[in-house]
């Protein structure tokens, strides 16, 4: 059965699942529960509830020793951004020990912030950076963009064996979608198409997955067919279900709401040039953010995100090009 | 607030003695051979050893137990060896074959053996400061009477993860024992040229928590410092910090041109090398006599040549196995 | 030497006090007489003021100060056009930092005033190289480095004063404690206050002095930051020095979404603990009236004077609120400049 939740609260209640299924999951971080009268104190005691200090480095590192020593740790971390204070716990440490030991140790952890928080806070708490923690080996991106992905995929993240980055957008948390009851889980590295279409291939994230579908209804009234697809996980990514709608479509806009140098639709693209390339009937176009820290100023703010606008003058941009030579 | 005790003169039993004693030629011999190897081009990679500092490994690590946790730096053979990692294993692992402890994937940084509890070693100095006080964390939580050593020296008490981890083992009174090995130098300078704090246990005067100096040389001072730290851990109460003055004989790396050496010191601290001084001490003691003395050095290179032996008809791993362990699943649980 | 504080100095003390408070009380107005004019996240200094002004007013012309994006106070005392820095929070383009900055990152650097860090404890190595600069520099410029209790706790606090300690730098580490990290309580976050200890405690890891001041009283802080200023500025290196404070607001604003109106909800010591009593008690001691009582009783300041001051402070404010309102909003295409320098 499913019901309608709040993207926040489903988190909320998938993290709360897990640590009632299984005694290893521990939850703390900057501001958990610093009250006992807190749901998750009740259900857990303070051995498994902790609120801890501003120490984003002691805070991931001990996440990384609990693992190792058997534990599942969720860590909140509130901002993505807080993360750069302990880039060396989370990319060079959680991810690589597995490795190193030869395989002999793994590192289960979930890392859970959230990004893009275009909502007036300038230039230190707006960023989508998820690009950052893609080139990482070891290390795997979630992205959800609705209320039961939110879930699902949190779920799956605590029970992954290795450090999982789980990056909820922060434009979203109060989205409500159904969400179902129970135990749920949203595999890693499996695409959803979010609408189909025959025309044009939209890859989109996190919240431009809603702005390209606001792009599509736009687009249909064209008639103009296109297919939308979220790949809810970043690494592992879903390749093959990408370069079949390509396939069908032969042309493509990849949705980032990173700055263009180094973002996730690079990578995309590139994958899709490699192993898609006599599918294109056009260039691959990108739509992203513009090449700037985000300021603080609303008009300003708004100009470098990418929107339906912007997403919806690509595809007609891409299917109106010329035919590219297989 | 911090209380001072000294553990200059202690006794220890003589079979204790034997052990550590015995324990630290191995490390000694492993090392000696090591350097040798590395200059042969049959180990790889950036070799960082303890000679001169074996004391400390064997008196902390031969009073823990297998499910008692340890971390420590860059400079981890004794730790490991004294733990109990077989030496065949660690050898392996240095030549890089698939008998290594992490079948050859780690190398001399990376040192992770979960059987004995070597819970891991870190190329970034203080990088694993805070894991250390996960374990404990890990220990707590669980409920028993475990206790977690944190190897690291007096370099990583100046990264910002030092004060993040002391301060939350204080807090939350973790049974967590911090050893630092004060070598004197952090990297290739002199610790002078890094803080104005010259004894380590002084950093964390602000935490009221016990913490102790030692001459890491006087193996039965460092034994006698720790158990009564850990006869305290045991019973559920910590964070402690003992710090072992030691003194690094070899240069940072194998290879380190190591301008930066005082000829008086050096002397100095030969005269006190503690495999020296304790094998006397037994002497005197009338624990073994020159013969058998002699003879556990004799036996400790024995051992690290089978070692070698044995390590050497490891093959190399399969090469996909770099690609195959990127991620763990469900089917790898720790050994 | 310390200046002797006079009757003079004493009010320009109060008054700027008072302009901080007025400022920021139309700051948390603006929430509600302007819905979504203000956007973000807004951090006020309320009950700080003292600590904020008995610090600034041991500042020379020369002296630098870094801070948190708690910082609408410090450029209010130092005399930056308060039209300037509401049209920055305001996000207009004629705002001090052209509406790229906003409430979290304000910066006038020819007063000295050479920025913020968003991120907790990220500015104060930051100040430390600043400090470095002034020692370099060698014109006796010393750089005041503020921050939060909870900031203590980050890495960057103990690798930055390890390092101004060894150096001697001219730095003053001005520690606001006002003893919550948004929501939680310093006693569950700290070693020492858990231990009942004053957080000044930590400097003795890095061999600099450590003082506790009630930051509610501008002249004890005057005193106390102005030894260690003095103490800096002659080359004998860092002190840090913690200052006492009660936020009297919520850490910020309402956290939403675009659209969901902002507001400031009660203290967390309220919120979260259901503790009024400890919150009342912090109002009851607010340093602004509490202030100006002391200057009065010691004839110091005339009511007459003080009630002057109230009303210019807020017709300045108003006029503040009036400039930021009218003034108008960036061109959008103006967030690609900048980027590089």
């Given at each position: 059965?499913?019901?309608?939740?709040?993207?926040?609260a489903?988190?909320?209640?998938?993290?709360?699942?897990?640590?009632?299924?299984?005694?290893?999951?521990?939850?703390?971080?900057?501001?958990?529960?610093?009250?006992?009268?807190?749901?998750?104190?009740?259900?857990?005691?303070?051995?498994?509830?902790?609120?801890?200090?501003?120490?984003?480095?002691?805070?991931?590192?001990?996440?990384?020793?609990?693992?190792?020593?058997?534990?599942?740790?969720?860590?909140?971390?509130?901002?993505?951004?807080?993360?750069?204070?302990?880039?060396?716990?989370?990319?060079?440490?959680?991810?690589?020990?597995?490795?190193?030991?030869?395989?002999?140790?793994?590192?289960?952890?979930?890392?859970?912030?959230?990004?893009?928080?275009?909502?007036?806070?300038?230039?230190?708490?707006?960023?989508?950076?998820?690009?950052?923690?893609?080139?990482?080996?070891?290390?795997?991106?979630?992205?959800?963009?609705?209320?039961?992905?939110?879930?699902?995929?949190?779920?799956?993240?605590?029970?992954?064996?290795?450090?999982?980055?789980?990056?909820?957008?922060?434009?979203?948390?109060?989205?409500?979608?159904?969400?179902?009851?129970?135990?749920?889980?949203?595999?890693?590295?499996?695409?959803?198409?979010?609408?189909?279409?025959?025309?044009?291939?939209?890859?989109?994230?996190?919240?431009?997955?809603?702005?390209?579908?606001?792009?599509?209804?736009?687009?249909?009234?064209?008639?103009?067919?296109?297919?939308?697809?979220?790949?809810?996980?970043?690494?592992?990514?879903?390749?093959?279900?990408?370069?079949?709608?390509?396939?069908?479509?032969?042309?493509?806009?990849l949705?980032?709401?990173?700055?263009?140098?180094?973002?996730?639709?690079?990578?995309?693209?590139a994958?899709?040039?490699?192993?898609?390339?006599?599918?294109?009937k056009?260039?691959?176009?990108?739509?992203?953010?513009?090449?700037?820290?985000?300021?603080?100023?609303?008009?300003?703010?708004?100009?470098?995100?990418?929107?339906?606008?912007?997403?919806?003058?690509?595809?007609?941009?891409?299917?109106?090009?010329a035919?590219?030579?297989? | 607030?911090?209380?001072?005790?000294?553990?200059?003169?202690?006794?220890?039993?003589?079979?204790?003695?034997?052990?550590?004693?015995?324990?630290?030629?191995r490390?000694?011999?492993?090392?000696?051979?090591?350097?040798?190897?590395?200059?042969?081009?049959?180990?790889?990679?950036?070799?960082?050893?303890?000679?001169?500092?074996?004391?400390?490994?064997?008196?902390?690590?031969?009073?823990?137990?297998?499910?008692?946790?340890?971390?420590?730096?860059?400079?981890?053979?004794?730790?490991?060896?004294?733990?109990?990692?077989?030496?065949?294993?660690?050898?392996?692992?240095?030549?890089?074959?698939?008998?290594?402890?992490?079948?050859?994937?780690?190398?001399?940084?990376?040192?992770?053996?979960?059987?004995?509890?070597?819970?891991?070693?870190?190329?970034?100095?203080?990088?694993?400061?805070?894991?250390?006080?996960?374990?404990?964390?890990?220990?707590?939580?669980?409920?028993?009477?475990?206790?977690?050593?944190?190897?690291?020296?007096?370099?990583?008490?100046?990264a910002?993860?030092?004060?993040?981890?002391?301060?939350?083992?204080?807090?939350?009174?973790?049974?967590?024992?911090?050893?630092?090995?004060?070598?004197?130098?952090?990297?290739?300078?002199?610790?002078?040229?890094?803080?104005?704090?010259?004894?380590?246990?002084?950093?964390?005067?602000?935490?009221?928590?016990?913490?102790?100096?030692?001459?890491?040389?006087?193996?039965?001072?460092?034994?006698?410092?720790?158990?009564?730290?850990?006869d305290?851990?045991?019973?559920?109460r910590?964070?402690?910090?003992?710090?072992?003055?030691?003194?690094?004989?070899?240069?940072?790396?194998?290879?380190?041109?190591?301008?930066?050496?005082?000829?008086?010191?050096?002397?100095?601290?030969?005269?006190?090398?503690?495999?020296?001084?304790?094998?006397?001490?037994?002497?005197?003691?009338?624990?073994?006599?020159?013969?058998?003395?002699?003879?556990?050095?004799?036996r400790?290179?024995?051992?690290?040549?089978?070692?070698?032996?044995?390590?050497?008809?490891?093959?190399?791993?399969?090469?996909?196995?770099?690609?195959?362990?990127?991620?763990?699943?469900?089917?790898?649980?720790?050994? | 030497?310390?200046?002797?504080?006079?009757?003079?100095?004493?009010?320009?003390?109060?008054?700027?006090?008072?302009?901080?408070r007025?400022?920021?009380?139309?700051?948390?107005?603006?929430?509600?007489?302007?819905?979504?004019?203000?956007?973000?996240?807004?951090?006020?200094?309320?009950?700080?003021?003292a600590?904020?002004?008995?610090?600034?007013?041991?500042?020379?012309?020369?002296?630098q100060?870094?801070?948190?994006?708690?910082c609408?106070?410090?450029?209010?005392?130092?005399?930056?056009?308060?039209?300037?820095?509401?049209?920055?929070?305001?996000?207009?383009?004629?705002?001090l930092?052209?509406?790229y900055?906003?409430?979290?990152?304000?910066?006038?650097?020819?007063?000295?005033?050479?920025?913020?860090?968003?991120?907790?404890?990220?500015?104060?190595?930051?100040?430390?190289?600043?400090?470095?600069?002034?020692q370099?520099?060698?014109?006796?410029?010393?750089?005041?480095?503020?921050?939060?209790?909870?900031?203590?706790?980050?890495?960057a606090?103990?690798?930055?004063?390890?390092?101004?300690?060894?150096?001697?730098?001219?730095?003053?580490?001005?520690?606001?404690?006002?003893?919550?990290?948004?929501?939680?309580?310093?006693?569950?976050?700290d070693?020492?206050?858990?231990?009942?200890?004053?957080?000044?405690?930590?400097?003795?890891?890095?061999?600099?002095?450590?003082?506790?001041?009630?930051?509610?009283?501008?002249?004890?802080?005057?005193?106390?930051?102005?030894?260690?200023?003095?103490?800096?500025?002659?080359?004998?290196?860092?002190?840090?020095?913690?200052?006492?404070?009660?936020?009297?607001?919520?850490?910020?604003?309402?956290?939403?979404?675009?659209?969901?109106?902002?507001?400031?909800?009660?203290?967390?010591?309220?919120?979260?603990?259901?503790?009024?009593?400890?919150?009342?008690?912090?109002?009851?001691?607010d340093?602004?009236?509490?202030?100006?009582?002391?200057?009065?009783?010691e004839?110091?300041?005339?009511?007459?004077?003080?009630?002057?001051?109230?009303?210019?402070?807020?017709?300045?404010?108003?006029?503040?609120?009036?400039?930021?309102?009218?003034a108008?909003?960036?061109?959008?295409?103006?967030?690609?400049?900048?980027?590089?320098?």
């Amino acid at each position: 059965m499913a019901r309608e939740l709040p993207y926040i609260a489903a988190i909320n209640e998938a993290i709360h699942l897990e640590m009632a299924r299984d005694d290893t999951v521990l939850f703390y971080g900057q501001d958990v529960a610093p009250s006992d009268d807190d749901d998750f104190v009740k259900a857990f005691s303070r051995d498994r509830v902790r609120v801890s200090p501003i120490s984003e480095t002691a805070e991931i590192g001990m996440a990384v020793g609990l693992a190792l020593a058997g534990y599942r740790p969720v860590v909140e971390l509130l901002m993505a951004e807080f993360m750069l204070v302990a880039m060396n716990q989370v990319v060079n440490e959680a991810p690589r020990l597995h490795l190193m030991s030869g395989g002999r140790v793994k590192v289960p952890l979930v890392l859970k912030a959230g990004y893009g928080f275009t909502a007036g806070w300038a230039g230190q708490h707006t960023g989508s950076i998820y690009n950052m923690f893609c080139g990482i080996p070891g290390l795997k991106v979630a992205l959800p963009s609705t209320a039961a992905d939110a879930k699902g995929l949190m779920a799956t993240a605590i029970r992954d064996d290795n450090p999982v980055c789980y990056l909820l957008h922060y434009l979203l948390v109060l989205e409500h979608g159904d969400v179902p009851e129970g135990e749920y889980l949203v595999p890693f590295g499996k695409a959803v198409v979010r609408r189909e279409g025959g025309d044009v291939t939209i890859v989109a994230t996190g919240w431009t997955v809603g702005r390209a579908l606001a792009a599509a209804e736009t687009l249909a009234g064209e008639g103009i067919a296109a297919e939308v697809i979220d790949p809810r996980t970043l690494n592992p990514l879903d390749t093959a279900t990408i370069l079949a709608s390509v396939e069908k479509t032969g042309r493509v806009v990849l949705v980032d709401q990173g700055t263009p140098h180094g973002a996730f639709s690079n990578v995309i693209a590139a994958g899709i040039a490699d192993q898609g390339f006599s599918s294109l009937k056009a260039p691959v176009k990108q739509v992203t953010a513009l090449d700037a820290t985000v300021a603080y100023s609303e008009p300003m703010e708004a100009y470098v995100l990418p929107n339906e606008e912007k997403i919806a003058g690509a595809v007609r941009q891409v299917l109106g090009s010329a035919p590219v030579a297989a | 607030m911090a209380k001072s005790r000294t553990a200059a003169g202690a006794k220890l039993e003589a079979d204790t003695g034997l052990d550590l004693l015995a324990t630290m030629w191995r490390i000694r011999c492993f090392e000696e051979r090591v350097a040798a190897l590395k200059r042969a081009f049959k180990v790889y990679g950036l070799i960082h050893l303890s000679i001169g500092g074996e004391g400390v490994a064997a008196a902390v690590c031969r009073q823990l137990r297998d499910d008692d946790g340890i971390y420590s730096g860059h400079r981890a053979h004794g730790h490991a060896i004294a733990k109990g990692a077989p030496l065949a294993k660690m050898m392996a692992e240095l030549m890089g074959r698939e008998g290594g402890v992490c079948r050859g994937l780690g190398g001399s940084m990376h040192l992770v053996d979960r059987q004995h509890g070597m819970m891991g070693a870190t190329g970034v100095v203080g990088g694993n400061l805070p894991l250390a006080v996960g374990d404990a964390l890990a220990a707590r939580v669980r409920g028993g009477d475990q206790v977690t050593a944190m190897f690291f020296g007096d370099g990583a008490v100046q990264a910002g993860t030092f004060a993040e981890s002391v301060n939350l083992a204080a807090l939350w009174e973790l049974p967590l024992i911090f050893v630092c090995e004060n070598n004197g130098f952090a990297e290739f300078t002199s610790r002078a040229e890094h803080s104005t704090i010259e004894q380590v246990s002084d950093v964390v005067a602000p935490y009221g928590f016990e913490r102790e100096t030692v001459d890491g040389s006087d193996v039965p001072a460092v034994w006698e410092a720790f158990r009564a730290f850990l006869d305290e851990a045991r019973g559920g109460r910590g964070p402690m910090l003992l710090e072992c003055l030691t003194y690094r004989r070899r240069g940072h790396y194998e290879g380190d041109p190591q301008q930066y050496r005082d000829p008086a010191a050096e002397a100095e601290w030969e005269r006190r090398d503690p495999v020296a001084r304790l094998q006397a001490h037994a002497v005197e003691q009338g624990w073994l006599d020159d013969d058998e003395a002699r003879s556990l050095e004799r036996r400790a290179l024995e051992e690290v040549k089978d070692a070698e032996r044995v390590a050497l008809e490891s093959s190399y791993p399969d090469p996909s196995l770099a690609a195959e362990l990127v991620y763990a699943t469900e089917e790898c649980r720790p050994a | 030497m310390t200046e002797k504080l006079d009757a003079e100095r004493l009010t320009w003390m109060y008054t700027q006090m008072v302009r901080i408070r007025e400022f920021e009380e139309r700051v948390k107005r603006t929430f509600e007489e302007h819905p979504g004019v203000i956007r973000g996240h807004t951090h006020l200094a309320d009950g700080a003021e003292a600590s904020i002004v008995g610090s600034i007013a041991t500042m020379r012309p020369g002296d630098q100060l870094m801070a948190t994006y708690r910082c609408h106070g410090y450029p209010i005392a130092l005399g930056t056009d308060t039209k300037k820095i509401m049209a920055e929070i305001y996000g207009r383009k004629d705002g001090l930092c052209g509406g790229y900055g906003g409430s979290m990152h304000l910066a006038d650097p020819e007063r000295g005033f050479l920025g913020t860090s968003g991120i907790v404890g990220q500015s104060i190595p930051q100040a430390t190289g600043a400090g470095w600069a002034a020692q370099i520099r060698k014109e006796g410029q010393v750089v005041l480095c503020f921050f939060g209790d909870g900031a203590s706790k980050q890495g960057a606090f103990h690798e930055s004063l390890n390092l101004a300690s060894l150096w001697k730098l001219p730095v003053v580490y001005v520690m606001e404690n006002n003893n919550y990290n948004v929501s939680t309580r310093s006693d569950q976050e700290d070693a020492n206050a858990a231990a009942g200890e004053p957080l000044s405690t930590k400097a003795k890891a890095y061999s600099m002095p450590g003082v506790t001041v009630d930051g509610g009283d501008p002249v004890a802080v005057h005193e106390t930051v102005g030894e260690a200023v003095d103490r800096a500025r002659s080359g004998d290196g860092p002190t840090l020095v913690e200052s006492k404070v009660y936020r009297l607001s919520a850490h910020g604003n309402l956290i939403a979404p675009p659209g969901v109106p902002l507001h400031y909800p009660e203290h967390e010591a309220i919120t979260t603990f259901g503790n009024r009593e400890e919150y009342e008690a912090a109002l009851r001691g607010d340093p602004v009236p509490r202030f100006r009582m002391r200057l009065v009783e010691e004839d110091t300041l005339d009511p007459g004077r003080a009630d002057q001051i109230l009303r210019d402070a807020r017709e300045e404010m108003e006029a503040a609120v009036k400039y930021a309102l009218d003034a108008a909003l960036p061109e959008p295409e103006a967030a690609l400049n900048h980027v590089y320098a």
